[in-house]
């Protein structure tokens, strides 16, 4: 047994990403959170920016340049895309386990990433250690891995709800719907026209149609479990939830199917994988909320003759903080699931 | 100019299909409420029962025993299926106008409606006579109707955003999925596990896949639009809100399509219809909310071939009660939009 | 009967009371709205900023430079305060009707203001003319105003709450406190932390504990009806909610009371106040919202010999909007109820 | 260190205080929960009623008398009040202890019981062994008790609130106005018109005004703290939101005060009270949401020389399942805060 605890270091306090990170760090049993930074709030503590961490987190926040890279074992970076590269560059040399929460290191190649995000990419030789962090799909990689591109909410939300279906290669490759729908969360912790309260309270809307950047991660994603060029829609929808992603699926198959089966080949995909409950009905997203859990329920219209999955996550647990523990645990050789047995709360 | 206002009766008080049509009546210069029936709470005050109409409406409640029907002009059923056919079969004869807003005779024929609603239909006879009360496709057949069954909340969300495609023929039968989203009131005034407060709030979930009984109702209309036999896929989610339906829909054409041919298919389609607004961006609940609007986008999606369709109404409003009052309008040969020009209430 | 409508102009679209002015005067059977301002959008379509109006008001904004001031009767001043006291000086001599929605001139002289709003007051002169725009204490001096100064939102649910019983002399001058809870349209238009939707939803606070400078407008209002010096307390909160205000209020008196007799002294007081609805339990501010009532429930318990009076408004009709437009009304010598018949809408 | 845990068991499994304490004491290091009982659901598993346990606790649900209670070190008594009594009365000399959630052993005798409760009590001799649950009070007597009244939500709210002024015995006994805030989770888990959905959203009211019975259990243990007897004003007040109590107290004093001599009086009666956070802004409901953390701020008006003291508290933790565990762990003898270290849940 070790005698020390893992030394890691937020660099990013402002955020929802970074705040979540610190909820489930704090009280991991293997790790010391030993920094956190901001660059606009640096001198300021940790709890004067999130009340609810007063007497919890008190330390002061620093700047990036004076994290002790050396001395840290892991950097998780909380980051918008785009600044998010340029500490990767930064540190890629220097020993420490990297996992961007950004999506910077998410899509294939730095052309595709200059495509859908409109922005160059600074550092392009990052692609090619960088490793897509879904545990379900990538354990292996992610367990030798120095750079974990943590997945976007959405996708991980897409991606888990498809992927049995796409890696058996019975899904027709130009077939698949995703109309999902989000807590406002997922729009960030500044104040915006989109997250202004009377425009989301008591308020529902789809946005982006056609155009949404996580899109081409989910695609991306898919094709490489199916081996083929797969094209699908994916229409986001804004909550008025705090968190929270639900994503209802549509996919014709190229071969008959059945409930019994279906529900099989979830099982089987799904085995052993500690943060998947495969559910028998339709999950809400607060039956998830505030924890590590996705619950995906596939369901088979006879009538229709198409598959229908229903997937909740946490967008800001399983789709951001929460699998980047997990990332961490699996970096670290530590029991996967560590740190990251919360009970859903609900109410 | 007429020199008396014609004389309505509300049956049923107690839900919120009720206080609706009392919200817009009682500003209505064309008519005057002469009853609120119910069997339950006869005897209290309307006002008793919705505090909203303090000083407002405060007459007593009576039994519908007690409706001077010889006097009536137009009577509006707002009561739960099963128990409006009842009332449809006493009153057939009776000379008055009938607006019906359960879901006893929207359907074509009573064995449709066993099927799906798993109840006996004690008044068969009354198919004959019922028109489909949805104005901007029935207009002339309402203006001439005794009995109007006023559309679901669904189907007139969901007609609304499709009917243009199927009535020109050009959509593929079996490839429409509508992806629809309700607010709480949807599932009614009554009190219960799916609407208390704790299970809706902060929530979001799907539920009846594969088998909600507004979808043979969107199914029936959109056939008889195309002339053809229609199979949809209809997914309902219920929504942490008080009021509204969006509804975004999924659909493969037989033919090119481009942004531009949409577009004018959707204005000539709904030219001089009042309360169809087409807009030019993806519409929010709340820009509909307690009025009569339907705000309707259709969105050539060029990379997928797809249309997507995104429509908002007031599940309360367009989707009943506003629905309703229009049809009352063009039965009595009103201006078809007098009594409903409230602006929607955002926020 | 006059051939003409009365020409209105609302200087100011982006906010919540612009578009409530414009949402109730575009039904209004007496006036025409004329022209909308705004600086930072002019050009653009009313309906740009407000999707609720479309198809409704469509025509652009102009410049508030590009009024016609000769021939409006009656201009709304829906901005901030320190900007309206501009526009009140420059159309003080222009024979126009001005009610100012800000604060800049609620109070009883610029000494005050400045002491409360810690900003300098640059049309000292205005004091004179202007008359505090509570048609319930001051009808008389209103409809006979040139310039009107549209009370606070939370002064209005408090001064209603009290009147009666500091009017009638029985209050303790320093007795009173006011617990009041606002919903977010309070804080306005513009994104903030303060307004960001995770900030407010599922959540609640006190702010502004002993300073908001609501509290000196109430003061003044009770010191007036009193004829004596009035000290209160009054605590703010933030629901998450998008409209209403609930003021909870506690007082003792110099002299026995019972429930009966202060139900009679209300009663008195809000005889042939249309907007005043005496209530016998306590509202809900569903039960008010989107209408300009102000449901008042006094009550008095025996056990502690308090008077708790419980109000409910909406803060953008009867806290704004509604009230200037009841303004209007007295003004111009209409029936003082026209146009503000909409029923609160609930749910 | 002992080599087993202790054994706990749930009695009541289907409210929300049953699935709290499952959702803290599932992952407390020294305990096992072994039964959960429901006397309507037994047979089903407890994931069935709660969906968010899916995985976690899904053994099935006993009824109580298959609790083998000779193996139980700790019994928890999750159940309405007038039910919990039968339980203790069976249970006191079983040797096992007794944390009882309800309201049956909170207050000073069974005729204050019966005076506000309205209900013959049938268990008079529990009274004389049982303690008031608060922690921050009575820790010794806690320490050696076999039967702990858990405190009501509003009372942990208010007492916390007053406790250090009422306990100094410079508060005016008449002086003290608790207007309090609840989340609707405090109604309870059973549908009714309360809890619809529609009547709470976007809505907020005042309830039980002058007679809701937490009010003498406050009034109780102030009067104990004091040495005298108080006589208060509490008004609760219904939130849309699912958890937490904001109180917002008012109080004269009989002497003079600073805001320096405030926070030190706090400061040195909360001294060591892992869970009272003194806090030097008026705290939000989020803050504290999920954790068994009690906010609290006091403030001095000088203006107006009183006390206004804002508490944030979760009604459902600190208010209910987590003050049980804190008192179980002080029952125990274990480290108080153990297992209690949720950090709270924000946004």
């Not at 998010?84 to 595709?112: Q, T």
């Not at 049995?164 to 077939?175: K, R, V």
């Not at 829609?233 to 804004?238: A, K």
């Amino acid at each position: 047994m070790r005698n020390h605890k893992y030394k890691v270091s937020i660099v990013g306090a402002s955020g929802y990403t970074g705040s979540e990170l610190a909820r489930i760090l704090i009280n991991h049993p293997e790790v010391d959170i030993v920094s956190i930074t901001s660059e606009s709030h640096k001198g300021k503590r940790f709890s004067d920016l999130h009340g609810q961490f007063s007497g919890i987190i008190d330390f002061e926040l620093i700047g990036a340049d004076d994290v002790d890279i050396e001395n840290i074992d892991v950097v998780f970076l909380a980051l918008p895309h785009g600044v998010s590269m340029e500490f990767v560059k930064r540190w890629a040399d220097a020993g420490v386990k990297i996992i961007d929460l950004s999506g910077d290191f998410r899509l294939s190649s730095p052309e595709v990433y200059e495509d859908w995000y409109k922005k160059e990419h600074t550092f392009p030789d990052g692609f090619e250690n960088a490793v897509y962090g879904m545990p379900e799909l990538f354990f292996d990689e992610i367990s030798t891995a120095t750079l974990v591109a943590n997945p976007g909410c959405y996708p991980t939300a897409s991606i888990l709800s498809l992927a049995p279906l796409f890696a058996a290669g019975i899904a027709i490759p130009g077939g698949a719907i995703i109309d999902a729908k989000s807590g406002a969360t997922g729009a960030g912790v500044k104040a915006s026209n989109t997250t202004h309260f009377s425009n989301v309270n008591d308020n529902f809307k789809a946005y982006s149609l056609g155009n949404h950047r996580h899109t081409v991660e989910i695609q991306e994603q898919l094709s490489f479990l199916m081996k083929n060029s797969v094209i699908l829609q994916f229409t986001p929808h804004l909550l008025p939830v705090d968190r929270g992603i639900l994503a209802t699926s549509y996919l014709s198959l190229d071969k008959e199917m059945d409930q019994e089966s279906l529900t099989s080949l979830y099982k089987d995909f799904y085995k052993n994988k500690p943060f998947v409950r495969l559910r028998n009905q339709a999950p809400s997203i607060k039956e998830v909320r505030g924890s590590n859990y996705a619950d995906v329920y596939p369901f088979w219209d006879e009538r229709t003759k198409r598959v229908i999955v229903v997937t909740a996550i946490d967008n800001l647990v399983k789709g951001a903080a929460g699998q980047a523990v997990h990332n961490m645990n699996i970096m670290l050789g530590l029991n996967e699931s560590i740190g990251l047995q919360q009970v859903p709360m609900q109410p």
